[in-house]
């Protein structure tokens, strides 16, 4: 005999979707026409320094249980909202309730102004200021340094151009060393200043729209498929949330300030300096063994900007004593974003800046 079906789980599945399709028009509308945006970077903070398009925010908090303060130097084409993304999925949220006194130093949006900033302007010039502030405001001594990505390599730079410079320790997230690793340096920018020419706009800088196109170019199915998973989980409010705010970050890009992007093809790219020891800043030959101070290195294996063979070798580069490695099974934003971060990059994070840091009396 026949086994009978279960007519009222069958029943409960049809019920569950006419909800989910009604959902999904309901979020579709709201989308379509702009009202379900979530708040971005909104954490509160006060720019407290600025120099050209660059800002210095500082986080507010009443809450400082530990110092010395933590100062996040961000990456170059890229907006830095990225670590306060949405209210409960926030690195800056995070390091707050770990009792930090958290600043960022986030470089606007260049324009003509900005075209001649070289990296001897952001290792030598901006970053410094930049650390003067927090000392200033803060009162301390010295301070803890993380760079996010590109901003890894300026803080990595910085560091090691200036073995006097007041910190106590240094982390970098995601962040490359051997650029030869690095697909999209070369899809942005060629392999040569001839090819680098033909980018640059009439402002000498690399457009926002070449940087997005070359992370597009990395991952070309990315987009239909991230468009297929919406329309499945339309329904749902928290992935439309995170959608949205993922989306809207990972195509807001910035341009790159030329005199940048020809040092990264010459120096960086086709030299690949930084892993055969060849760095001239400000005619003064940079050697990342000079890096001494306690130093963390933060990766994902499945980061397709920034790979695995990319930043694996910084823990090699550097010569501090006192080296600490975490790779994770995740990708570039899933670094310092998500469930994977909040699980265990930033507490890992949190850990070793809790070693470097002592107690508010």
Not at 52 to 72: C, E, K, S
Not at 291 to 308: A, C, N, Q, W, Y
Request: aromatic residues 6%.
């Amino acid at each position: 005999m026949p086994a009978i079906p279960d007519a009222g789980g069958i029943v409960e599945r049809i019920r569950r979707e006419v909800e989910r399709n009604a959902l999904r028009a309901r979020n579709g509308i709201k989308m379509a026409a702009g009202l379900s945006a979530p708040r971005l970077g909104a954490s509160p903070k006060d720019t407290v320094w600025r120099n050209g398009r660059a800002q210095l925010f500082h986080y507010r908090t009443d809450d400082v249980r530990r110092r010395p303060p933590l100062l996040i130097v961000f990456s170059l084409i890229s907006r830095s909202y990225i670590v306060d993304l949405t209210p409960g999925n926030s690195f800056i949220e995070h390091l707050q309730a770990a009792g930090f006194d958290v600043y960022l130093l986030d470089w606007g949006e260049p324009d003509s102004r900005d075209a001649q900033n070289d990296l001897e302007y952001y290792v030598d010039g901006a970053i410094p200021a930049a650390i003067r502030e927090v000392r200033r405001t803060s009162g301390a001594e010295k301070i803890n340094l993380l760079g996010y990505c590109f901003g890894g390599v300026l803080t990595l730079l910085h560091t090691a151009h200036n073995p006097d410079t007041p910190i106590r320790s240094l982390t970098v997230v995601a962040c490359p060393v051997d650029l030869q690793h690095m697909e999209m340096v070369e899809i942005a920018l060629g392999d040569s200043q001839v090819d680098l020419d033909a980018v640059l706009d009439e402002e000498g800088n690399v457009p926002a729209s070449v940087v997005y196109n070359a992370f597009r170019a990395l991952r070309p199915v990315a987009e239909v498929t991230g468009y297929v998973d919406l329309l499945e989980k339309l329904w749902n409010d928290d992935y439309v949330a995170a959608y949205q705010a993922m989306q809207g970050w990972g195509t807001d890009h910035i341009p790159l300030p030329g005199a940048v992007a020809r040092q990264m093809v010459d120096m960086l790219y086709r030299d690949n300096a930084l892993m055969t020891d060849r760095i001239v800043l400000g005619g003064d030959r940079v050697h990342l063994s000079d890096i001494t101070v306690p130093f963390m290195s933060v990766l994902g294996k499945r980061d397709h900007i920034v790979p695995e063979a990319a930043a694996a070798p910084v823990l090699d580069l550097v010569g501090s004593r006192d080296k600490t490695d975490l790779r994770l099974a995740g990708g570039h934003i899933g670094l310092v974003v998500g469930r994977t971060a909040a699980k265990t990059t930033i507490p890992t994070i949190i850990e070793f800046l809790e070693k470097q840091s002592e107690p508010v009396p």
